[in-house]
């Protein structure tokens, strides 16, 4: 019959293990709360109290020169820009389609008609939002609409914190699009191959 | 010689025996049930802020994009919380009575920033980033659960280790593209964003099982064989890095 072998040495290994298991779960604090500071977290050691520091005055970020001013603001000699300042490709539209639809149509509406859902919600009530198909609109030279999104417009805010340059260059050029999707004519309608309708 | 234990000294020894397993293993149970369970990780628990703000009214209703408030969510580590200017773009026109946004209307004048409740943490060892989740097409509901639908926001999925790692050792199961939204030239990043509009457009009715489970914030894992060989195509497609997914150095850097 072979021996059992005494349980003290199992209980011994298992009172040890159950002790640093019990001891190890509640010492973990100091990595959980690192001395660094992330963005957005704040910070005492600042008058209004963020981390995040904004540029001092008068820097130029690496990437940040802005010496294009066509491209930068839609000006040339304080006269708007007549051309977009890139390559228009489709892939460009599309870009700007998809920031439309992120950045103004709550607004404006996936059309630019000014019948957004915010719109309808009362923003209209106030000031309608710019309906882009307005003959003024569809005649003003498009540096025109980069300036909007830039600096705002009357009751519009300005977007440029969230759109940059070559994104507010690719909403302008959707705009376009937009206008002449809302102007072409059946003729102009079939040519680009547009599905038949029995509504002009 | 005399016995020194009395026959009922073997239910005793048997007894002790069977309680040295069972009280360890329900002690160490216990801490882990305890542990998983809302009272330690929060989950589904709605937390104070300084003003109400409800995603299923801003989402949910209105069909605000994600982007329009978290701007860098596609393109860095951080989401981010919008800075006051974003919510005046539309609260200087609409609500301005609004006794709930006079916190907002303050911060404002003052620049003071809103100091948002943090729902969602991981501790400061744990590497997190958001871009490269969203561009492999992984829904916000994935983790955060439904966004769309919450009033006050809660925390969705405990974020602890093993929660990752459940979806970092087999990301075929979570995967997924919408067959329409792919024929139309959407790349899943843009797939992420668009369930919600067609959420606000359509209703639930009109999107695919695995969507349906994304918007009502059920665990969207799939455990069917044809969806699980649709999920390890786009493994293939997108490069995923299967071998190191869950390897230490991916979240702990």
Request: with cysteine; glycine share 8%; aromatic share 10%.
């Amino acid at each position: 019959m072979s021996r059992w072998a005494p349980p003290s040495s199992y209980l011994v290994k298992a009172a040890i293990l159950s002790g640093i298991a019990a001891a190890s779960a509640g010492c973990h604090t100091d990595m959980w709360r690192q001395p660094k500071l992330a963005p957005l977290s704040e910070s005492t050691l600042f008058p209004d109290g963020q981390a995040s520091r904004p540029f001092v005055p008068g820097t130029i970020p690496r990437g940040y020169l802005r010496e294009d001013s066509a491209f930068y603001t839609g000006f040339v000699n304080k006269k708007l820009v007549t051309k977009i300042p890139i390559p228009v490709t489709l892939q460009l539209l599309k870009r700007g389609q998809e920031r439309f639809n992120i950045y103004c149509s709550p607004c404006h509406g996936r059309l630019g008609d000014g019948e957004g859902m915010i719109a309808h919600r009362g923003f209209s009530i106030r000031r309608k939002p710019g309906d882009y198909h307005t003959d003024r609109l569809r005649t003003m030279p498009i540096g025109h609409f980069y300036d909007v999104i830039t600096n705002g417009y009357g009751a519009m805010f300005s977007y440029a914190s969230r759109v940059e340059p070559h994104d507010r260059w690719a909403i302008a050029a959707y705009i376009r699009v937009l206008q002449l999707s809302q102007h072409a004519t059946p003729a102009e309608y079939a040519e680009a191959g547009g599905p038949a309708t029995t509504t002009p | 010689m005399a016995q020194i234990f009395k026959p009922s000294a073997n239910t005793i020894a048997q007894v002790s025996l069977l309680g040295g397993a069972i009280v360890p293993l329900s002690v160490g149970l216990g801490i882990a049930a305890l542990s998983r369970s809302p009272a330690n990780t929060k989950v589904g628990v709605p937390l104070n802020q300084p003003v109400p703000f409800s995603h299923e009214h801003h989402v949910g209703q209105l069909g605000i994009d994600c982007r329009y408030c978290h701007t860098s969510v596609e393109k860095s580590a951080f989401a981010g919380f919008p800075p006051t200017e974003t919510c005046m773009s539309c609260h200087s026109q609409i609500w301005t009575n609004s006794p709930l946004l006079e916190p907002v209307r303050k911060s404002y004048e003052t620049g003071t920033p809103i100091r948002w409740t943090k729902v969602n943490k991981v501790p400061e060892f744990v590497f997190f980033n958001h871009s490269i989740h969203v561009n492999r097409g992984i829904n916000c509901n994935t983790c955060h659960g439904a966004v769309n639908d919450m009033n006050i926001t809660w925390k969705g999925n405990s974020f602890q280790m093993a929660w990752c790692l459940q979806c970092h050792r087999a990301p075929e199961r979570y995967l997924h593209e919408n067959e329409a939204d792919t024929a139309a030239g959407l790349t899943p990043r843009q797939q992420v964003f668009n369930l919600y509009w067609k959420f606000q457009q359509d209703g639930v009715k009109h999107l695919d099982a695995h969507e349906q489970d994304l918007i009502s914030g059920e665990d969207p894992v799939s455990f069917d064989k044809d969806e699980i060989a649709k999920g390890r195509k786009l493994v293939n497609k997108y490069g995923v890095k299967t071998q190191q997914l869950a390897d230490c150095w991916i979240c702990h850097r």
